[in-house]
């Protein structure tokens, strides 16, 4: 009776429909899960009951159609002789929540955790999109490594504004900066935004959702191909079917995240990443799923492993076209079997295909010399995340793709000392202190500033807000001056082309050393070397350190609140430091 090695009678399902230990219960179980007209010998035939992981409502756009792909799921998990579930997940919407959707990442991870040990599954899709909602989701499976399979909900079509392309977010950032020279009204400012919003998806740049679902396929967790298909291509509901048939048969392997999510497996993410241009979210997020894993992952691996890897995809925010180009010219099989070609990242690494990663890219495209471009020629060279540290903070990433070329090639592609510059700190407490005084003609802005922004890590604006991308003052914007170096404890959007140096680690609320930094200290800071320095004594720094004490918003929420108590850093992923001691528990604390 056992199919491809498990017996059927050893399906964790069986506990709960079949058991010989507690049959009473077993006939609870029973009649409630038939209520909605399953039957007695659907439940009692020996199919593995497949969770479907729901991240789509109306409070989700972003992921919403996957309340249609769902039924295309459940066909692929029939037709492959399994039962399928589905279950809600704690919403996240990235553009709709507030404080800052980072904060329900750790939520969402928690409830999924909850429903997929507590519940009878023998195997989960996870429904995936919006930005955390693809960690959330993997951090999961990792805790409870059930067989899990990531189903990606894809990208909006491209979005157009006069002729020209309008990618979601980067066109927020340019409008901005549009309206503040006074260039266009508010009416056109909401036009220009919501033309990149056409269909149903997640954002069409490589901003945090397509490079986390670009991660997911890296990381070996979805069917080859699954990241970059848009949302209401006929072939995203042709990918649902395949992963709801695989999952089915990733029971009967017993094939696990455990076996699928190594430290191979993390090296191919972070190679993926660089030549992706991907998102500054994506190192705490993948280091968070590593930690989960019980892989060790640093932030400082991803400048080690990944920086001197080129920018091989020319989307936006680092180049020009959106997700639909990027699917055409071969999404990540394309991008991933040039980095192998080259003998970056190990295609050794096993996936949720039950094939290896060089297998599954055996037969992708070959690379496009526009949208997807060879290792050979690339868009740039060296385009990973810079890992920076000093007396400011241990650890922050600068996003080298996005950087512009004046920039770079005046502190990046130097040799020694002369790639470093000192300007003068103005700092901010948090974003509303930033609204509040950006335009103020008394601060003393100008080119050589450089803007400062704390309090607004993980625990500071709890769960870390996205605002390190800061505009300059009006003035300076109708003056041409668009950008100006920024540095912060928080995030910027992944759809951002500012030159900042964030994340940065301990942030300000846990005493980081940006708490003690002053508005017109010296700041000097040195790329090729990987420091960021107050140019202040010791003497004074320590002073400054004694006199410094915790101060930031009250939490509105418990679970604000209760986030704040357990959170980690945004270097070791910000996750639930408490959480990470639970470790494959489907297999190490049995059946609940
Ligand atoms: Fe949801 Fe960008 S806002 S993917
Ligand atoms: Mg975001």
Excluded at 96 to 121: C, H, I, Q
Excluded at 279 to 305: F, M, Q, Y
Excluded at 363 to 388: R, T
Excluded at 557 to 580: H, I, M, N, Y
Aim: aromatic residues 6%; hydrophobic residues 40%; contains cysteine.
């Amino acid at each position: 009776m056992a199919k491809n090695g498990k017996d059927p009678s050893k399906l964790r399902s069986r506990e709960w429909f079949d058991s010989k230990s507690d049959p009473t219960m077993t006939a609870l179980y029973l009649e409630r899960y038939m209520n909605f007209g399953l039957t007695l010998a659907e439940l009692r035939s020996g199919k593995p009951i497949i969770g479907i992981a729901q991240t789509g409502s109306d409070l989700s756009p972003c992921n919403r159609h996957h309340l249609d792909l769902a039924w295309r799921i459940r066909d692929g998990i029939r037709d492959s002789g399994g039962i399928p579930i589905e279950f809600p997940v704690h919403p996240i919407q990235e553009s709709g929540k507030r404080p800052t959707a980072a904060l329900d990442r750790n939520l969402a991870y928690l409830s999924a955790v909850e429903s997929m040990y507590g519940y009878f599954f023998d195997g989960v899709v996870l429904t995936t999109g919006c930005d955390k909602t693809t960690p959330a989701m993997i951090m999961a499976a990792a805790t409870v490594d059930l067989p899990s399979i990531v189903l990606s909900g894809g990208p909006m079509l491209d979005g157009h504004f006069v002729g020209g392309l309008a990618g979601s977010g980067t066109i927020v950032w340019y409008a901005r900066q549009e309206l503040a020279a006074g260039r266009i009204n508010m009416d056109q400012f909401i036009e220009m935004v919501a033309s990149s919003a056409p269909s149903v998806g997640h954002c069409n740049t490589m901003g945090t959702a397509l490079s986390m679902n670009s991660m997911a396929e890296a990381l070996g967790m979805s069917l080859p191909g699954c990241a970059a298909i848009p949302g209401p291509y006929k072939e995203r509901g042709q990918m649902a079917y395949e992963t709801g048939r695989r999952i089915v048969d990733m029971v009967w392997e017993d094939l696990r995240p455990s076996k699928i999510l190594t430290r191979q497996a993390f090296e191919n993410a972070i190679v993926a990443a660089s030549a992706l241009g991907a998102s500054t979210n994506c190192p705490p997020h993948i280091n968070a799923i590593a930690r989960h894993i019980g892989v060790k992952l640093e932030t400082r691996d991803w400048d080690k492993i990944g920086y001197d890897i080129p920018l091989l995809v020319n989307c936006m925010p680092a180049g020009k076209y959106l997700g639909e180009a990027f699917h055409r010219a071969g999404g990540v099989p394309t991008v991933m079997a040039e980095l192998l070609r080259k003998g970056k990242g190990h295609g050794d690494a096993l996936t949720v295909s039950g094939k290896t990663m060089a297998e599954n890219v055996k037969s992708a495209k070959p690379v496009d010399n526009d949208v997807i471009m060879s290792y050979d020629k690339p868009m740039l060279k060296e385009a990973g995340f810079a890992v920076l540290s000093g007396n400011l903070f241990d650890s922050a990433i600068m996003k080298t793709s996005v950087i512009s070329p004046e920039f770079r090639q005046k502190y990046l592609e130097k040799p020694g000392d002369k790639g470093a510059f000192e300007g003068t700190a103005i700092v901010f407490d948090g974003p509303e202190d930033y609204h509040h005084r950006i335009n103020d003609p008394s601060l003393p802005i100008d080119e050589n500033s450089i803007l400062f922004i704390r309090y607004t890590g993980p625990v500071g604006y709890p769960g870390a807000a996205e605002v390190v991308n800061m505009l300059p003052p009006d003035r300076l914007v109708k003056g041409g001056i668009l950008l100006l170096p920024c540095v912060g404890d928080g995030r910027q959007s992944g759809t951002s082309a500012s030159p900042s140096i964030l994340n940065a680690s301990p942030e300000a609320a846990v005493g980081g050393g940006l708490a003690l930094l002053k508005t017109g200290d010296k700041v000097r800071v040195d790329l090729n070397k990987r420091t960021a320095n107050i140019l202040v004594s010791d003497e004074e720094l320590a002073r400054r350190k004694a006199a410094w004490k915790p101060s930031y918003p009250a939490s509105q929420t418990p679970w604000q609140e209760l986030q704040r108590k357990f959170v980690g850093q945004l270097d070791s992923g910000a996750c639930l430091d408490f959480a990470v001691d639970f470790q494959r528990i489907s297999e190490t604390k049995g059946v609940p």
